[in-house]
């Protein structure tokens, strides 16, 4: 089911009645018909895979309590908490990843001349959502064994929390000590909070449909046909595919944030205006922000972090990157991918930028940024942007063919839509949504930031009316991050 559907816009209000005019009473009575409405949610795309959702969480759950139970033994802890670990990361691995390790063992082969027939390979679904929920429960392992949380006692809030719908398929990638502490107690309905809810799920919609949804035919078309296109037209498609990416996950992170508020729960956000970042560094603290602190918790920080050398901090941060590449998809693209943000990112730890602007915004004390802010904004949009080159490429050889074609292929082209709409809208949308989201910057949680009615009133009609607009009922409407 996707938020975007007709489906889901019956399935949310027969929900949100049930839980607070039906189930409201008691809080088991509440997380059991979410934990009905995740599985029917989840079991909507293949019933099938309800089954590994079931296999993570006993898994976890019983993990959780055996840590606990031997709190004196560490060693009997550790064996536990290695159950979990190994558990899950096999879980995820043969899903996801038995295929790229096959192939690319067959090709280590064919460079020595030998010859392997792919018997091997196997025809297997990938799992909707498994890279979120397989962390989400390892964390909580991980959490249990380092004393952070107690271990939760009751499985009916367990499972609720390994299967709440509005994050289960895309994140965000929730700890324990928030989104299980909230689960296992009494929620009361607000209606402020409902409301910025509905606004936070509104705003999400016109990023997913109306930027996300309305560039992705340029973007489809560009990628697909690199070779016949200019350079200009390479880096308009490249340009699109980051307002893309960026319309697409942050749009489905909004409608999941904004979800939870209806039913009493407060998620940690995921998006924090990442475009308007002054350095890589900046950029990772506001890009994705569940999945980099999963890797700065577990992995970063066991690994030594940045109380080691200079030396192995640079290790880690290469270790961070390309773990963090290759967990977005079995593909080597994704690992060029996480490299080369590994190569930009050391320079800015090197020199020690990686957390100066870690409490503020781009124009703290004014509106416009000054000319140095906006220089390394655009220099950080840059970097950013060629390095979706990688992410969004089928192969290696097509990103670097991609890439020879901006450096070589200098003729004048004026690039037509493939469905024939006029180019300029495209442009003057997105800019307005750039100066939109730089107004309201300080505050992810509340896009629709007027003290007047009338004006926000104005501002909704313009939404919809703009969402109605770009709508393409023939367009495959799935957020891009179902497929990690």
């Known amino acids: 089911m996707l938020f975007n559907s007709l489906e889901y816009f019956v399935f949310l209000p027969i929900m949100f009645v049930l839980y607070w005019f039906v189930f409201h009473k008691k809080v088991k009575a ?13 079991g909507l795309w293949d019933w099938r895979f309800l089954f590994l959702i079931l296999a993570s969480t006993v898994v976890d759950y019983f993990v959780g309590l055996m840590i606990y139970k031997n709190e004196e033994k560490r060693n009997i802890q550790r064996a536990w908490l290695w159950v979990s670990i190994i558990f899950n990361i096999s879980l995820l691995g043969f899903f996801k990843y038995y295929n790229f390790f096959v192939d690319s063992f067959m090709d280590l082969f064919e460079m020595f001349g030998y010859t392997i ?11 909707v959502g498994i890279s979120f929920y397989t962390f989400q429960t390892m964390s909580y392992s991980l959490d249990v064994y380092y004393k952070k949380v107690k271990p939760c006692q009751d499985v009916l809030s367990f499972a609720t929390f390994v299967a ?43 990023k997913k449909m109306v930027i996300a949804d309305g560039i992705a035919p340029i973007v489809d078309d560009i990628f697909l046909n690199y070779d016949t296109y200019s350079a200009s037209t390479l880096i308009l498609g490249v340009t699109f595919f980051s307002f893309q990416v960026y319309g697409d996950f942050s749009g489905y992170s909004d409608i999941a944030i904004g979800t939870s508020k209806m039913f009493g729960v407060e998620l940690m956000s995921n998006f924090k205006f990442p475009n308007f970042s002054r350095n890589v560094a900046e950029y990772w603290q506001r890009w994705h922000v569940s999945l980099s602190t999963w890797f700065r918790h577990y992995l970063y920080i066991p690994l030594g972090g940045s109380r080691v050398t200079k030396l192995k901090s640079v290790r880690n941060i290469c270790i961070i990157f390309l773990v963090s590449g290759f967990w977005h998809g079995a593909n080597w693209t994704f690992i060029f991918w996480g490299g080369f943000h590994a190569l930009a990112y050391i320079p800015v730890f090197l020199m020690e930028r990686n957390t100066i602007y870690k409490d503020n915004v781009v124009g703290e004390n004014t509106f416009f940024p000054t000319i140095t802010e906006l220089g390394q904004l655009i220099l950080t949009f840059g970097i950013v942007t060629f390095s979706r080159i990688f992410f969004r490429s089928e192969s290696l050889t097509d990103s670097f063919q991609f890439i020879k074609g901006i450096f070589t292929n200098f003729h004048y082209e004026t690039y037509h839509h493939p469905n024939g709409y006029r180019m300029v809208d495209y442009f003057i949308l997105l800019v307005a949504f750039v100066l939109y989201e730089y107004r309201i910057r300080r505050d992810e949680r509340n896009p629709f930031q007027f003290k007047s009615k009338v004006v926000r009133f104005l501002v909704y009609t313009l939404v919809i009316f703009t969402m109605l607009l770009f709508y393409d009922s023939g367009f495959d409407r799935s957020f891009i991050y179902f497929q990690f």
Do not use: C, M
Request: no cysteine.
């Open 30 to 42: 509440q997380n059991g018909l979410i934990l009905v409405g995740s599985y029917y949610f989840y």
């Open 117 to 127: 027939h792919s018997t091997w390979t196997l025809q297997i679904i990938l799992p």
């Open 164 to 206: 709440f719908f509005p994050q289960l398929v895309a994140g965000p990638i929730e700890r324990a000590s928030n989104l299980l502490y909230q689960i296992t107690n009494k929620r009361t309905f607000s209606y402020d909070q409902t409301v910025a809810g509905l606004k936070l799920i509104l705003w999400g919609l016109f």
